[in-house]
């Protein structure tokens, strides 16, 4: 099993959205450009948000056990793939890259 390391690249906030659509919250994502996580695939790095995870965990459990090239050369690197969460008010872009195992 490889590690794969997943990489927050980009936040975007779509203030018209919320306005429009989401009740207040206090709360809402810790994410910031910039942080690392490191997974075997299977479980949730500490501090990663949950609903991330639920976007991340399948191509991070693909990538940990060898998969590349998705989406028949999608990424310039075989081994990688970019992600984003499921929140349409504050998107966030994760990369994933398997080690060289």
Not at 71 to 94: H, Q, T
Request: net charge negative.
């Amino acid at each position: 099993m490889r590690e794969v390391t997943i990489t927050v690249l980009k936040k975007v906030r779509h203030d018209d959205l919320i306005a429009l659509y989401e009740n207040p919250i206090e709360h809402a994502c810790d994410m910031q450009e910039g942080m690392r996580f490191v997974t075997d695939g299977y479980s949730r790095p500490e501090g990663l948000c949950e609903s991330a995870w639920g976007s991340i965990a399948p191509f991070a459990m693909a990538l940990a056990s060898g998969a590349e090239n998705f989406y028949d050369g999608w990424m310039k690197n075989p081994r990688s793939a970019l992600i984003s969460c499921n929140d349409g008010f504050r998107p966030v872009s994760f990369l994933l890259e398997a080690d060289d195992g």
